[in-house]
């Protein structure tokens, strides 16, 4: 039967609305996406992700001035498309410009050098986690917007603090982007997981206007997951690599606790609380570790040695708040629900204190944690040993389930200074000569908390 002139003008209307969406989706994705990370005082690791496979061509130096140097990466379909490539000769604390070129297509970025370990440069940088998590991810009316308020920030440097993507959770229906919606369980799916959330437009902007040191937490493999018997871990770990601007040294290719130093003033030590991780059904004690021997060597020789005003200790998991289902504590802590230390816990509590006892030991002072994980933010001073006095900060999600403040381990002797759930947010520090300001935002650019201390 012939089409009736009305449905067929119907369906031509039906179509050219469709191509209009499938334009818009596409135009709203970025063809080639980079950024920089692990940047020193005269390097940096560029990551871009190509249109296809083959060369992609790098143009960089300074900022406001032709490009003076040229480099090349080779992409394959067995990294997704992406690659990185050491920067190398560059000067301390200057702005750089680059374009990635690839199949036609181009993508500008920018980033900062580290000033020189001795000079006393301001600083200013911003931290987070938790992405994409509880069906909360790249929503069709927006997106990620808290990227575009971290931006106006204009950090010298990102700590994503985990989660970077929920590997592990389905997130579909008609408010969001589409192409989520299962879980991953093979490299093809992990890729595609990253690819997500890093070809969200206000993302994808962010990581290309300044350098970013992100870790792992457990939702890029499995929620709570230990890599000591978790199948599923080096597949994760591959895809974790392959999306982000970090390059393990060539002796240790899966390493990705590592040591950024800017100036004088800080020092920031990553952690990975996972990879080398004891099951978290284990009872705490001498030989339960987070870190694995190595890594919890190289953090108090490390932290001992620095010069700097102010030592960073990012870790993706808290020190004080309670989490994980039941008998299998996920963060440091060893303490119940309402904060009291249980004596038979299943946390690493043990680990947790015989790192601060050496930091008293050793007179190490100016020590700060930087934490996500919980999904709310939270100020806290520990006096956990009479003469040793450090902080814990947390801030998140970006986009995900909110959390609540909770109990906090009275083990660490803790005092709350500012707690809030209920909002998506981030962190933003600056630390100058005498002082270091913390700020806590929300995803709308409203400051919920302002903190200053000096150093001891």
Not at 183 to 211: C, Q
Not at 294 to 312: N, P
Not at 389 to 401: Q, V
Request: hydrophobic share 40%.
């Amino acid at each position: 039967m012939p089409r009736s002139p009305v449905t067929d003008h119907s369906l031509r209307l039906i179509g050219v609305a469709l191509l209009a969406v499938a334009a818009s989706v596409a135009a709203a994705a970025p063809a080639i996406l980079v950024a920089v990370g692990d940047v020193t005082p005269t390097s940096a690791v560029l990551w871009a992700r190509g249109i296809g496979e083959g060369n992609l061509s790098i143009a960089y130096g300074p900022a406001g001035q032709p490009p003076a140097s040229t480099a090349t990466v080779a992409v394959t379909a067995a990294t997704d498309l992406t690659g990185k490539v050491r920067l190398s000769d560059l000067a301390p604390a200057t702005r750089y410009a680059y374009r990635v070129q690839s199949g036609g297509g181009a993508a500008d970025g920018e980033f900062v050098t580290a000033p020189k370990p001795d000079v006393a440069a301001r600083v200013r940088f911003v931290w987070s986690g938790d992405l994409g998590g509880g069906k909360l991810c790249r929503r069709t009316d927006g997106g990620y917007k808290v990227f575009r308020v971290m931006a106006a920030s204009r950090p010298d440097f990102f700590l994503f603090v985990g989660d970077t993507i929920y590997a592990d959770h389905r997130c579909g229906g008609p408010d969001v982007v589409p192409g989520t919606d299962f879980v991953a369980t093979t490299l093809r799916g992990y890729h595609a997981k990253h690819r997500y959330n890093r070809e969200d437009p206000a993302a994808a902007a962010f990581y290309a206007s300044t350098a970013v040191l992100p870790i792992w937490d457990d939702h890029e493999v499995r929620n709570d997951f230990s890599g000591r018997d978790e199948p599923l871990m080096p597949i994760g770990r591959q895809a974790f690599l392959d999306y982000w601007p970090i390059a393990p040294p060539a002796e240790e290719p899966g390493r990705l606790y590592r040591q950024f130093r800017w100036g004088r003033l800080l020092d920031v030590f990553i952690l990975d609380t996972r990879q080398y991780r004891s099951s978290n059904r284990d009872p705490d004690g001498p030989g339960k570790t987070m870190l694995g021997a190595a890594q919890r060597r190289w953090l108090l020789d490390a932290v001992t040695a620095s010069t700097a005003t102010w030592k960073v200790i990012v870790s993706s998991v808290s020190l004080s708040v309670p989490t994980g289902p039941g008998a299998a504590h996920d963060s440091w802590s060893n303490a119940s629900v309402f904060g009291v230390p249980e004596e038979n816990g299943t946390g690493f509590a043990f680990e947790r204190d015989f790192l601060l006892r050496a930091f008293n030991d050793r007179a190490v002072k100016n020590v700060v944690f930087i934490v996500a994980d919980v999904h709310h933010a939270e100020l806290i001073r520990h006096r956990p040993l009479p003469g040793l006095s450090l902080y814990e900060f947390i801030a998140g999600p970006l986009s995900a389930t909110w959390g609540r403040p909770r109990f906090l381990d009275q083990g660490l002797n803790p005092r709350s200074v500012f707690a809030r759930g209920g909002v998506n947010n981030f962190g933003e520090i600056t630390v100058e000569r005498d002082l270091l300001g913390v700020r806590i935002i929300d995803d709308d650019g409203g400051v919920l908390f302002t903190h200053t201390m000096g150093p001891e």
